[in-house]
Antibody
Framework: QVQLVESGGGVVQPGRSLRLSCAVS????????MHWVRQAPGKGMEWLAF????????LSADSVRGRFTVSRDNRKDTLYLEINSLRPEDTAVYYC????????????WGQGTLVTVSS | QSVLTQPPSASGTPGQRVTISCSGS????????VYWYQHLPGMAPKLLIY???LRPSGVPDRFSGSKSGTSASLAISGLRTEDEADYYC???????????FGGGTKVTVL
């Protein structure tokens, strides 16, 4: 079955950088676009970024563009999210998610990894 | 403030029908597919409805979706205690070139 497992979260000081990983199984990563979404404590879902199946197309939310970078390694079945200049407001659970296909949205999500930005 | 508007809460007794609304605009719901997700705390969100009315395999037919113009709805019939969760609508937004979510609706089974 489809599985997405995020890792790399933890407590990080403001201004530092962090790279989150998402290991996938149960489907062919190279055939699907992927998303990152986050949920701050007590808040709703916020879409962050999308990367196409081949990594050639990337989209990101205005709120994180320039600080967040999505990438993928299809040979390793892994998705990444690089976060720079971390701010306290970046504290959230970060989810990776699989795209259903062209013109579609998310059909599978991971369980998330918690990032806490604090000094 | 979310681009898609949902009521923050909804409730019902076991067996009742609960409906959750999701209001958007011509650049999102009005021109793209609507998806609905169920999220229990600490768990991975789960796809309930895609393309506004379709259910993935394994999702009970107690869950149904609809769309009219720039609004969509999720209905839960025969409400059960295990339906207590947060529910989110989502759609692609052509103007923002991004996925947009509703603020989420917490469903309580009384």
């Amino acid at each position: 079955q489809v599985q997405l497992v995020e890792s790399g979260g933890g407590v990080v000081q403001p201004g530092r950088s962090l790279r989150l990983s998402c290991a996938v199984s149960g489907f062919t990563l190279s055939s699907f676009g992927m998303h990152w979404v986050r949920q701050a404590p007590g808040k709703g879902m916020e879409w962050l970024a999308f990367i196409s199946y081949d990594g050639k197309k990337k989209l990101s939310a205005d709120s994180v563009r320039g600080r967040f970078t999505v990438s993928r390694d299809n040979r390793k079945d892994t998705l990444y999210l690089e976060i720079n200049s971390l701010r306290p407001e970046d504290t959230a659970v970060y989810y990776c998610a699989k795209d259903r296909g062209w013109m579609e949205l998310i059909d599978y999500w991971g369980q998330g990894t918690l990032v806490t930005v604090s000094s | 403030q979310s681009v898609l508007t949902q009521p923050p809460s909804a409730s019902g007794t076991p067996g009742q029908r609960v409906t959750i609304s999701c209001s958007g605009s011509s650049s999102n719901i009005g021109s793209n597919y609507v998806y609905w997700y169920q999220h229990l705390p600490g768990m991975a969100p789960k796809l309930l409805i895609y393309r506004q009315t379709l259910r993935p395999s394994g999702v009970p037919d107690r869950f149904s979706g609809s769309k009219s113009g720039t609004s969509a709805s999720l209905a839960i019939s025969g409400l059960r205690t295990e339906d207590e969760a947060d529910y989110y609508c989502a759609a692609w937004d052509d103007s923002l070139s991004s996925v947009v979510f509703g603020g989420g609706t917490k469903v309580t089974v009384l």
